[in-house]
């Protein structure tokens, strides 16, 4: 029996993102660990469904502090398609100039910084915008997007520029061009979008290497531990308090950076 398309197409992507990504996720891994070193951050942003891979990034299981998503409910969460917290004014406010610069205000960035910025597309104004004010301060940009989808694609932002033209470091997520991978007969167009997952995996990579790096230089941060993974009262003890070390590191990092 063949697998089934959709785990066909995506296990193409990943063996791509392997093949061809692992020396430039190798020297993002290099920024984000020295910025983690500096007692800095690498700030993640992403709208729409390029959120997703920020949020699964940090806070999580495995995470450890230094990664600092920027959680902009309104580009961000879409409840439904219309109505409160829709898709339609999440579509609308990712595009809008200024808005992205006004998000990141928020944030006392400064050149120790790193700056990723995930768009599959990469043509949305807000996530170009925000990269380009980051450059502008100083920051190290990276960009996580598809090069084929947004090499056939037009950007929205007043230059003109599309995401992995303006950072300093692209992170192919080698997801074709239009994103969804199966086609179905009948269906006017293609299904099973493919860009969160890789999206995902890339800023996994990046977690893990980073990590490596980290410990090669005998900088252990605390780790947020699998928090259901209770055995003896002892054992549940210990992880209780190094949950709480990771809360406490957090919050110290954090008075730097929000303001």
């Known amino acids: 029996m063949s697998s089934p398309k959709f785990l066909s197409a995506i296990r193409a992507i990943l063996d791509q993102i392997e093949l061809t990504q692992a020396e430039t996720i190798g020297m993002a891994s290099t920024w984000i660990a020295e910025a983690i070193m500096a007692d800095r951050f690498a700030v993640l942003f992403g709208s729409g469904h390029s959120f997703m891979p920020t949020m699964d990034t ?50 006392a960035v400064e050149p120790r910084d790193v700056m990723i910025c995930v768009s599959n597309s990469g043509v949305n104004t807000m996530a170009v915008e925000i990269a380009l004010e980051a450059k502008r301060l100083g920051l190290k940009t990276i960009g996580v997007t598809s090069i084929a989808h ?32 199966v086609e179905v007969p009948g269906f006017p167009y293609k299904v099973g979008s493919a860009s969160t997952i890789a999206g995902c995996i890339i800023m996994q990579s990046l977690v893990s290497e980073t ?3 980290l410990s090669a230089h005998n900088y252990i941060p605390p780790v947020f531990p699998s928090h259901n993974t209770k055995t003896s009262e002892q054992a549940t003890a210990s ?11 957090d919050a110290r990092r954090l008075k730097a950076i929000i303001r």
């Open 58 to 107: 940090y806070p999580r299981i495995g995470s450890y502090p230094g990664w600092l998503p920027i959680h902009e409910l309104a580009t961000s969460y879409v409840a439904r398609t219309s109505g409160d917290v829709g898709l339609r004014q999440a579509l609308f406010l990712e595009k809008v100039e200024g808005y992205g610069k006004l998000v990141l205000s928020n944030y």
């Open 239 to 249: 992880l209780e308090e190094d949950i709480e070390r990771w809360f406490a590191e």
């Open 150 to 181: 947004s090499k056939a694609s037009t950007s929205y932002h007043r230059s003109g520029k599309r995401l992995f033209e303006v950072v300093d470091l692209v992170l192919d997520t080698c997801v074709p061009q239009g994103d969804a991978q």
């Open 211 to 213: 990590a490596a790096r």
